[in-house]
């Protein structure tokens, strides 16, 4: 079962755009009425032209959709058919490589796969990869999307752009919409190679390459007590390196990834585990579990499923393969473009309906959050230090993110895009449960709240733009310093807002949504009051147990005998 389309259409009653998760953070479906399909840049064009004509919004979706945030959704109120998708699931036809000027320029709908075996076909290699292959050219610099790296251009794919078409909406004149070519010199290419869709329609992108490479991975599982304070040391020493943290387990994995002649022996591969087909009945019994867990509020549950989950990690080194078949022994060296990135679920064979992406919204899965935070490098000891305070006060209550994958953290360069990163940064992921209903409680709830304001509000972190809760982008304009200048180009290229809606306005400003009943269940919100949370459930609002300005849903069972009885 490869994973299904983002957008299902039924006739007349239009269509429905999901993320590959199935759900929304607001879960409320995404409807627009039409969807066009342009297969080249002149049909792409086209297609923007006849919205702009007819004064209907515009969005761009990939045939992905790996996307958190509602970026791609023209708003609710356009379903009467005042607005128009365009997907670029098959503009994907073009991939060009210029071995020379050591350059590829693709189509905005070529997958991450297909264009890296393309320039390692050519004997190069590009650079810098995210850790998820399932990602379109167009959308993956659309967001920011990245790997690891503080050396050379940096761990950022939009930082190794060198050029971009984009298609906007012009005058009558001009037919209602042209195509422009930004090239590496071009001010507005700094605007553009980050700009969540909303300056128009991406239709090619042309990024730098190298020569051909190998890569050597070693994982070296260890003890967390001084991370913090190796961090810096670690990612100028390798070109690839990065950590994983595992709290509640005391362990961090320092990943030793190194560039190495081509000659270097070994054919290896990196398979993530978390990114390998599983069988529906495993993801589904997972899944169970995990609820059961939940329910049960059983926090020792949980750190037994941690504990195993790691040992198992540290068995296989976490997906690593040898000679493309099993893991033997590190170091593990292959191909930059068998190492950079992975994504092996994504080919389930059709023949196969019983495996899929663990994670795929038909089966009942595997179903989360994830909370990106982009942090100044010298911001970055002082919020773990915070973090590991706060989980000292009960390290159990940190297993049910080591469950997944602990807190991943990368390395990305400064970067001169608008809406990237001014400063040499440190990026932390981490993974967590989320509950089949909007109106359910986690078990721990606060702690990840905690940890998510301390990251975003105390520490003044980023949020990625293409993952987070919406409460993560609240005032994000001020983290921006050249925030004004990409609203000054948004204003030059779609001063009609043909590509902005609701939702991607109140990503870009930081605006909070209308707080209700609930609402901080779900990082729509931030609680100021019980209501937010869940008081007939056991859950109020209260103030944070180390971050004490956070606003955070607490269980507190005492509570709700005198709440109802008062």
């Not at 064009?45 to 790996?66: D, E, I, T, Y």
């Not at 590829?104 to 998820?132: H, K, Q």
């Not at 037919?175 to 070519?181: D, E, L, P, S, V």
């Not at 991943?408 to 001014?422: E, P, T, V, W």
Request: glycine share 8%; proline share 4%.
């Amino acid at each position: 079962m490869p994973p299904p389309s983002p957008v299902q259409c039924n006739g007349s009653a239009g269509c429905i755009l999901r993320n590959s998760y199935g759900e929304w953070g607001d879960r409320k479906d995404c409807r627009v009425l039409s969807i066009a399909y342009p297969e080249t840049e002149e049909e792409m064009r086209l297609a923007v032209a006849q919205a702009n004509q007819k004064k209907q919004k515009v969005k761009v979706v990939s045939g992905f959709s790996h996307t958190i945030p509602k970026l791609a959704c023209p708003g609710k109120e356009y379903y009467s058919g005042n607005a128009v998708l365009i997907s670029t699931a098959k503009l994907k036809s073009t991939i060009e490589i210029d071995t020379a000027e050591m350059v590829v320029t693709a189509d905005s709908g070529v997958g991450l796969r297909d264009l890296i075996n393309r320039v390692e076909a050519a004997g190069l290699s590009l650079v810098a990869a995210p850790y998820w292959e399932g990602l379109s050219v167009g959308g993956l610099i659309s967001t920011g999307a990245h790997g690891s790296s503080w050396w050379g251009k940096g761990g950022a794919v939009h930082d190794h752009v060198v050029g971009l078409s984009l298609v906007v909406p012009a005058k009558e004149s001009e037919g209602f919409a042209k195509i422009i070519r930004l090239e590496a010199q071009d001010p507005l290419l700094n605007a553009a190679k980050v700009s969540m869709g909303i300056l128009g329609a991406i239709s090619k992108v042309k990024l730098s390459l190298e020569p051909g490479f190998k890569r050597s991975i070693t994982n070296n599982f260890t003890d967390d007590a001084h991370f913090e304070d190796e961090f810096m040391d670690h990612a100028k020493k390798h070109e690839f390196a990065d950590i994983t943290w595992y709290p509640s387990r005391r362990t961090a994995v320092y990943r030793y990834d190194d560039r190495v002649p081509l000659n270097t022996s070994g054919d290896g591969i990196n398979d993530f585990l978390g990114f390998q087909s599983n069988s529906i009945l495993t993801s589904k019994l997972l899944r169970a579990a995990e609820k059961a867990l939940e329910n049960s509020r059983s926090v020792r549950g949980k750190c037994a499923t941690a504990s195993t989950v790691l040992a198992y990690k540290r068995l296989v080194a976490n997906g690593l393969k040898n000679n493309n078949l099993i893991f033997t022994g590190y170091p593990v060296v292959g191909h930059q473009g068998k190492m950079q990135t992975s994504g092996s679920c994504l080919y389930s064979p059709s023949t196969r309906t019983d495996i899929t992406c663990a994670w795929d919204p038909r089966i009942n899965g595997l179903f989360f959050y994830e909370t990106t935070a982009i942090f100044p490098a010298t911001k970055f000891a002082e919020f773990i230090r915070e973090v590991k305070t706060l989980r000292e006060l009960k390290i159990d209550n940190f297993c049910g993110v080591d469950m997944y994958n602990g807190f991943l953290i990368r390395f990305i360069k400064a970067s001169g895009a608008y809406l990237g990163q001014a400063e040499d940064s440190v990026v932390v992921d981490f993974n967590y449960y989320r509950a089949d209903n909007a109106s359910t409680p986690r078990l721990n709830q606060d702690v990840w709240e905690e940890v998510e304001q301390m990251a975003f509000f105390k520490y003044g972190a980023k949020p990625h733009w293409a993952k987070n809760r919406n409460l993560a982008f609240l005032g994000v304009q001020k983290k921006y310093p050249n925030f004004n200048k990409f609203v000054a180009a948004k204003k030059q290229l779609d001063p009609q807002n043909i590509f902005s809606s609701d939702w991607s306005e109140a990503i870009l400003f930081g605006k909070e949504a209308e707080k209700g009943d609930g609402c901080a269940l779900e990082g729509q919100c931030i609680c100021s009051g019980d209501r937010h949370c869940s008081p007939e459930k056991g859950y109020f609002c209260r103030t944070g147990l180390v971050y004490k300005e956070a606003r955070v849903c607490r269980y507190s069972p005492s509570s709700i005998a005198w709440t109802f009885s008062n």
